[in-house]
């Protein structure tokens, strides 16, 4: 039996949105690095609500809401931040970053993938492929850290705030088959069509749906890449193998959804692809440099993690169940743990003056984060400790801008 597990095959990705909260046609999924820490972190939350009334000690009914989507990202750092023309390459910098007017750079869809080698629903010791699908993502946090005595690559951590987010199970047939598809809505005929495609896309076929009436496929299928609905139907619609009558997927409908919309099911690849492995080097922070206004943040520097908060806000708003994100005012930080002779002295003095720097992150590339007049908000404290050899500080800055040099 295969568990869901960091150690089972996983593969995620992400692509910038044209639309938001459309994922491209055709598109081109990016990898966020080649060696993730962690990825998902997802736990679907429609606020639900526990009716109650007078006349009763009990609770009378249950109904949904507006949704909140939130799923988690860790990696280490391989792609630099930034293009030449300093647009944002590695996911991260659409976090980090805000365009001209203020707003954050892009919005994302991820989209993760895991294989449970033998759980097919068919019961014939094949894949069944667990996805969690998001779209119309902005990163309400995003951070780049580093610690040069854990010997690791510089870490990226980033939180998204999703539109939408659904979880999909594809099972995998036990030998080619064509497929089938049935609404369990009569109301689901004559328009909504399912686009079925194998796993990179060899083969697929569309076959319009004709409500509970089960419509039959002509296209063998060896595998199941993806199933997509063109329109929103009333229904859950079953899409089933023809060989052995085994349920490959199901996309619920709007009656499944609190009759306010229903599921579109997985993006299609189409003529689009996954990125190959990266062949970047990835980034340390044990040769970098940090400084603040011009000179050594402190003798010697621990750990040091740069942080941006984007206070993103979600509303409700009539007839749907996604909420709108909007980002707000960018929080900027950076803490610092360090250690030196008289360090305490200085930032006692740097923190009661308010002094205000440019704390730059030079890597050993040459390349540059920076946060802009930056000020000592948190001194670390002044502690003596018996037995310890230095004393050490977690300092912690606040900026009032963060540029990326390519």
Not at 333 to 343: E, N
Request: proline letters at 3%; charged letters at 15%.
């Amino acid at each position: 039996m295969a568990f869901e597990a960091g150690i089972g095959a996983l593969r995620a990705n992400f692509i910038r949105e044209t639309t938001v909260g459309t994922t491209p046609t055709n598109p081109a999924w990016l990898r966020f690095s080649n060696e993730l820490d962690s990825a998902g972190g997802w736990s679907p939350n429609t606020n639900i609500a526990a009716r109650t009334a007078i006349g009763s000690p009990d609770v009378q009914g249950f109904s949904i809401g507006a949704e909140d989507h939130e799923l988690s990202i860790s990696y280490r750092l391989q792609r630099w931040l930034t293009t030449a023309t300093e647009q944002p390459s590695d996911a991260i910098a659409d976090g980090l970053l805000r365009d001209t007017n203020g707003y954050l750079p892009n919005t994302h869809s991820v989209l993760l993938r895991q294989v449970l080698t033998g759980e097919s629903a068919a019961g014939s010791g094949k894949d069944k492929h667990v996805y969690t699908y998001g779209t119309g993502g902005k990163f309400s946090s995003a951070s780049l850290s580093g610690d040069p005595s854990d010997s690791e690559p510089v870490l990226v951590e980033g939180t998204y705030a999703f539109e939408k987010v659904r979880s999909y199970t594809v099972s995998q047939p036990a030998s080619a088959t064509t497929m089938k598809v049935v609404s369990s809505s009569a109301s689901d005929h004559s328009g909504p069509t399912v686009t079925i495609e194998r796993d990179g896309v060899a083969t697929s076929e569309t076959l319009t749906l004709n409500g509970t009436t089960v419509v039959t496929g002509s296209t063998s299928f060896a595998d199941i890449g993806s199933v997509r609905l063109s329109a929103a139907c009333v229904g859950d619609i079953t899409v089933t193998f023809t060989t052995g009558g085994a349920t490959c997927t199901v996309i619920l409908g709007s009656t499944s959804n609190g009759s306010i919309e229903g599921d579109l099911g997985l993006p299609l690849l189409g003529s689009g692809s996954y990125e190959s492995a990266l062949s970047e080097s990835f980034y340390h922070i044990l040769g970098d440099t940090i400084t603040k206004g011009g000179s050594a943040i402190d003798t010697n520097v621990m750990t040091l993690a740069m942080s941006v908060e984007n206070n993103i806000q979600a509303d409700a708003v009539t007839r749907q169940k996604t909420k709108v994100l909007n980002e707000g005012m960018r929080t900027l930080t950076a803490t610092a743990t360090v250690f030196s002779a008289s360090g305490s002295h200085d930032a006692a003095v740097d923190h009661l003056k308010a002094t205000a720097g440019d704390i730059v992150w030079t890597f050993g590339s040459g390349q540059t984060v920076t946060l802009t007049g930056a000020v000592l908000t948190g001194p670390g404290a002044r502690v003596y400790t018996k037995g310890s050899a230095t004393m050490q500080r977690d300092n912690t800055f606040t900026a009032t801008d963060l540029t990326i040099a390519p």
